[in-house]
């Protein structure tokens, strides 16, 4: 349970930490630099468990999807979030990225991988209902930042139904060192077509609290995160360790109100309240099949 609680905690403080540091870098750049950290975090921690071997696992037909989740999850999806997240609250974008198991389902029952269900279809009509309310809670024109929080949810849903076959063959560690280096290449190529630059910007690196916040998001959340979230699996089992996805609006739009000082429209509560109804209906049904 402490490995559960401490995921839950870190995922739920990534907007909230890097909403300052918005006004003084590239969105595409703070997620490389997020990235880069966590993959040297990972790469040292699978070395000092003398666990380098798993990456050996990894085959030729492996490499063209490690590279496709590389750019979906690492490249695409988190840069995405993160431009929400310069655009909108804190909170919307945290709310709005947690809507991914919505789109887990609907892109499960397309490719026929999943069985329809009254309990999943009521999911998704209050997932989506909450999406609604969220992204309009401003009346008829909505925040350009939670079209870019729903882009990063529905590109995470589909980078979990692909991660999830492959973790299943070559382990959870080799797929995101892996992947995580192809997303990064991409980003290198990216940033510096767009002139934009690999080394962070002085704004950040020379005031000590966003070079603080700017670490912490690289070593605890890409890194210490993810190896928690890892055990939490291990420990609670993969349908439990997702509870995370859907507890983490609660808890990012607390941090986001009481460190950041956010107002948030009345329609964000209700909207709130769906997406986290529609989140658990949708993993209840799963736990019920499994049962």
């Given at each position: ?22 006004p ?7 997620t ?25 696992c990894?085959t ?42 919505v ?12 069985e ?16 609604v ?6 009346g ?21 139904i692909v ?17 995580f280096s192809?997303?990064?290449?991409l980003?290198?190529l ?18 000590p ?5 700017f670490?912490y ?13 890892v055990?939490?699996i291990?420990?609670?089992?993969p ?8 507890v ?24 709130l309240?769906l ?17």
């Amino acid at each position: 349970m402490i490995y559960f609680l401490v995921t839950l905690v870190i995922f739920s403080s990534m907007e909230v930490v890097s909403k300052p540091l918005m006004p003084f870098i590239d969105p595409f750049q703070l997620t490389f630099h997020r990235f880069f950290i966590g993959l040297v975090f990972l790469f040292l921690f699978l070395v000092a468990r003398r666990r380098l071997h798993e990456l050996t696992c990894i085959t030729r037909r492996d490499i063209a999807t490690l590279a496709f989740l590389g750019f979906l999850n690492t490249f695409f999806a988190m840069s995405m979030l993160q431009i929400a997240v310069k655009y909108s609250t804190a909170a919307t974008a945290a709310t709005l990225i947690c809507s991914n198991p919505v789109f887990v389902y609907l892109f499960s029952l397309i490719a026929k991988n999943e069985e329809f269900s009254w309990r999943r279809a009521g999911g998704i009509v209050a997932g989506v209902g909450g999406i609604v309310l969220v992204m309009f809670d401003r009346g008829l024109s909505f925040d350009i930042g939670a079209l870019y929080a729903l882009i990063a949810s529905a590109s995470f849903a589909l980078y979990t139904i692909v991660n999830k076959k492959v973790v299943h063959r070559i382990g959870s560690m080799p797929v995101n060192i892996v992947s995580f280096s192809f997303g990064l290449a991409l980003s290198t190529l990216f940033l510096l077509i767009m002139g934009i630059g690999l080394l962070p910007p002085v704004e950040i690196t020379g005031d000590p609290a966003r070079l603080t916040a700017f670490i912490y998001l690289g070593v605890v959340v890409s890194g210490i995160g993810y190896i928690t979230f890892v055990k939490t699996i291990r420990q609670l089992g993969p349908l439990a360790a997702s509870v995370v996805f859907v507890v983490k609006p609660a808890l990012a739009t607390l941090l986001a109100v009481l460190l950041l000082g956010e107002q948030l429209s009345p329609l964000f509560w209700p909207g709130l309240f769906l997406i986290i109804t529609g989140g658990s209906l949708i993993l209840k049904r799963a736990a019920v099949q499994k049962s």
